[in-house]
């Protein structure tokens, strides 16, 4: 089958492409707010884009009816600073649970029942469950094209300050990320876990 995504017109019940560019790591993004509140939220429109220095990218679309944008971008816009939690299998409950729409002020984290453990270098808190985080400083927002004016799209790119890694996951000097079965996100309503890799060098 061949369909422009501008028409649409793929003739199935739902529209396949993020069911084809897979599997897409979920950035579980932990902010807070320029009052302090605390939020927690996960995105899998989110990669490492390069290394030294390392840059990530989210990208958060669209809007809450009382807010002109995600908190999750407010807050890096208004505080500058972000950490990545690592979304695993243990935490796939409480990581689908802080995708609710809650209020500005709620504070995910802990209504998730997960442990806020301060940053080094940043001031939000990261998620103690998760075995890797990485604090993150804003460095710029790239407005994305947007077919309804009232849904804004943005991809925010952030710099890699500080990375925590929990020690059980090094292996003869090596992470083994099978250790923390990180998910990640298909099409519809369809996670992957890896809990199985395999090796290949370069010609
Ligand atoms: C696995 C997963 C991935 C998600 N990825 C995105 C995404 O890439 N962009 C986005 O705008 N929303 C995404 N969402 C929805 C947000 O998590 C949701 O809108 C959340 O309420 C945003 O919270 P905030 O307003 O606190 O930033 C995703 C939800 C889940 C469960």
Known sequence: MYYDP????????????????????????????????????????????????AMVCVAPGGRKPDRPMKDTRANIEATGEFVVNLATWDLRDAMNATSAALPAETDELAA???????????????????????????????????????????ALFGEVIGVHVDDRLIVGG??????????????YALYAVIDHTFHMRRP
């Not at 199935?12 to 993004?29: M, Q, T």
């Open 6 to 53: 501008r028409a649409g017109d793929h003739g199935l019940a739902f529209d396949p492409l993020k069911a084809l560019v897979v599997p897409r790591p979920i950035g579980w993004i932990s902010t807070v707010s320029a009052a302090g509140n605390v939020n927690l939220a996960p995105f899998s429109f989110f990669n490492l884009l390069s290394e030294d220095p």
């Open 112 to 154: 998730a029942g997960l442990t806020a453990v301060a940053a080094r270098q940043v001031r939000p808190p990261w998620v103690g469950e998760s075995p890797v985080q990485l604090e993150c400083r804003h460095w710029r927002t790239v407005e994305l094209p947007s077919r309804d004016p009232d849904q804004p799209k943005a």
């Open 174 to 187: 090596r992470v083994d990320i099978t250790r923390a079965r990180p998910i990640a996100r298909l099409g």
